[in-house]
């Protein structure tokens, strides 16, 4: 029974996301552009994105494929094995466990080695370990990854025994298939020179292994061309227009999740009623309040201020008082005076097609990235596939 009495629901517009995975994809026509699907596809449901990007694939048309997905952990990467998605898998965060080594042997999941521990079980499992290898090194983000030095020891030394050492320099053909990546800090950043640096030194590490590098997300893809490895990694840029962020100018990207509610509730105050919890608003002269079924338990942000746009009738109204669960308010009195008609029943968008996410994160002091993918579990996707 797929019945849902209440109006709250993100709608995921499907043909849309797929439209700018193409885009992006082709301003990098020479690297492979990997499909950042974790957390849920940043709220855009995991399963549901993969499936429309892995069936797009198949289409005749001269579009360019996508070569794979990358997922947080291993549960993440399981999930969509068992849902029937078929591409190969890349775990960010790599082996937890080393158990973990057998589950992507068996799964074609590609794991990111980024710690001592993860190279120790790698360095056991030996010549049974035979999926796609990952190495991270830190060129500045100082979260994951081997420091420089440190991996060129790694290389050398530990990394593979197989590997002979000649004028002191790596030869190619003994050492297994990897990849080198690292993750930009600060690209969306295009005035300091942090991302310069961090390319330079993710370039010069890949030419002296010989071997292939990712660093690009979608910043890097949109704001730095250098960053353009064999393979990039496209995440928001999937789902958003970015608003409010430069763009290439030559590529316009659309929101894919719309976010929105109902009207259930609507009151007149007189000057100085307040409304919500803390009475942090009051009416400053007679106003006309209207209440809508969504709240932070289902991933609207409670830090939204006073004035945070609604879009309702081709207008914006805005929040007054304090976010509640499962509800908010917002004045229509301006559109009252309009004359236009609202009722009980109306739809209003939180944010989407019409008012971009982009502008509520300004609001609520946070990022498109975390309202996407706060949306909660509640929030039925309804999927538009054409
Ligand atoms: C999340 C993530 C990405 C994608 O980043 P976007 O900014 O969403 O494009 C790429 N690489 C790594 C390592 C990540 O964790």
Redesign the pocket.
């Known amino acids: 029974m797929n019945y849902t009495s209440r109006y709250t629901q993100a709608i995921i517009n499907l043909p849309k996301l797929l439209d700018n995975y193409q885009k992006m994809a082709s301003l990098a026509p020479n690297s492979q552009t990997i499909a ?1 699907i ?1 957390a849920d596809a940043y709220g855009h449901g995991a399963i549901a994105v993969a499936k429309a990007l892995e069936a797009a694939n198949t289409c005749p048309a001269k579009l360019t494929k996508v070569p794979a997905f ?1 997922v ?1 952990f291993i549960d993440e990467a399981i999930a969509l094995r068992k849902s029937g998605i078929t591409l190969p898998i890349l775990v ?1 965060e790599g082996a937890f466990q080393q158990c973990d080594l057998n589950i992507a042997q068996q799964y074609n999941f590609w794991l990111m080695f980024h710690n001592k521990q993860q190279l120790q079980w790698l360095l056991d499992a030996g010549d049974t370990f035979t999926t796609n290898v990952w190495f991270k090194v830190d060129t500045g983000m100082s979260r994951l990854g081997f420091q420089i030095d440190e991996l060129t020891n790694i290389m050398k030394t530990a990394f593979f025994k197989k590997i002979t050492l000649k004028k002191g320099e790596l030869e190619q053909e003994t050492i297994q298939q990897f990849v080198l990546c690292s ?1 930009l800090s600060d690209a969306e950043n295009i005035t300091k020179d942090k991302t310069s640096q961090q390319i330079k030194q993710t370039l010069a590490l890949a030419k002296q292994f010989n071997c292939q590098y990712s660093l690009a ?3 890097g893809i949109i704001n730095w061309p250098a960053s353009y490895g064999d393979w990039n ?5 999937l789902y958003t227009s970015l608003a409010i962020k430069p763009t290439v100018p030559s590529i316009q990207l659309q929101p894919v999740m719309t976010l929105q509610s109902s009207i259930i509730s609507i009151r007149k105050l007189a000057t100085g009623a307040s409304v919500g919890y803390g009475e942090i608003w009051q009416a400053q002269h007679p106003s006309t309040i209207a209440t809508v079924a969504i709240g932070y338990g289902d991933g609207y942000p409670r830090s939204a201020k006073v004035g945070t746009p609604v879009y309702l009738k081709n207008e914006t109204a805005p929040l007054v008082g304090r976010v509640s669960m499962d509800m908010i308010t917002i004045d229509i009195t301006d559109l009252i005076n309009k004359n236009i008609q609202i009722n009980i029943g109306d739809k209003v968008e939180l944010w989407g097609e019409n008012l971009a996410v982009e502008t509520i994160a300004s609001y609520a002091d946070t990022i498109n ?1 975390e309202l996407l993918t706060r949306v909660s579990a509640r929030v039925p996707r309804v999927y538009l596939s054409h």
């Open positions: 950042v974790k990358a947080a960010l993750h997300n979608s910043a990694r496209l995440g928001i840029a990235y």
